[in-house]
């Protein structure tokens, strides 16, 4: 496989589950490629069937699959000066924290001005999409 630059593709999981218990489940299914990214495959195994054998299902993308940043709350080129003066303005300390409900309510309150606070402070990465719309909030 090497020599002639093949990949393979499967679960890495059994395939193959004997109902003769001297012998041991083994991987039997499994994809062979060349010149092909695997990075546009998803490989998954079919437990539609009832049998000793579970086959795999190999799907191919005609685009690579791209994978979502989660948002973040700050990086490396967050204005910390800034985040500090934002957050100053939005915190309020005259808040009443007798109840139960009060405290939740005060701690809500200060988890958004700080998630906004640092969303502000931080420019968005490249066109990232769920970056921005974050920092909209």
Same mark, same amino acid.
């Given at each position: ?51 000793? *054998? =579970? ?6 993308? +005609?685009?690579?699959?791209? @994978? %979502?940043?989660?948002?973040? $709350?700050? #990086?490396? *080129? =967050? ?6 003066? +934002?957050?100053?303005?939005? @915190? %309020?300390?005259?808040?009443? $924290?007798? #109840? ?38």
């Amino acid at each position: 496989m090497r020599r002639n630059n093949f990949r393979h593709l499967s679960t890495c999981q059994p395939t193959y589950w004997p109902s003769d218990s001297n012998k041991l489940p083994d991987l039997l299914d499994f994809c062979i490629t060349k010149n092909i990214a695997t990075q546009i495959f998803t490989i998954e195994s079919c437990l539609d069937l009832t049998s000793d *054998h =579970t086959p795999i299902l190999v799907s191919m993308y +005609t685009h690579v699959l791209s @994978i %979502s940043q989660k948002p973040l $709350l700050y #990086t490396n *080129h =967050t204005d910390w000066d800034a985040f500090r003066e +934002t957050l100053d303005e939005r @915190i %309020s300390l005259a808040i009443p $924290l007798k #109840t139960p409900l009060d405290i939740e309510g005060a701690v809500e309150n200060l988890t958004v001005a700080i998630q906004q606070a640092a969303w502000q402070a931080t420019p968005p990465q490249g066109n990232d999409e769920s970056n921005m719309a974050a920092q909209q909030q």
